[in-house]
């Protein structure tokens, strides 16, 4: 499975700690730190289906443009 989570950040205009703060501040989610977000874009690991869905709701983009699957 490949991602495009920093393409789509990048060309929304967000910087890692900027989406990191969405995610502790607007969604509840305490625990994300930017390194979360880096390990995620650079598919090191895959963010939970929870978090996956915050980040395409923050990007407006749909859970299909941020992830390719393998088929």
Sequence with gaps: ME???KAWREQ???SQQQ???L???KYGKSTITYQHI????RG???PLLENAM???KILGV???ELFILDE
């Design 3 to 5: 991602n495009n989570l």
């Design 12 to 14: 929304r205009g967000f």
């Design 19 to 21: 989406l990191t703060d």
């Design 23 to 25: 995610f502790r501040n």
């Design 38 to 41: 880096s390990t995620w874009e």
């Design 44 to 46: 090191r690991m895959v």
């Design 54 to 56: 915050i980040y395409a």
């Design 62 to 64: 749909t859970m299909e």
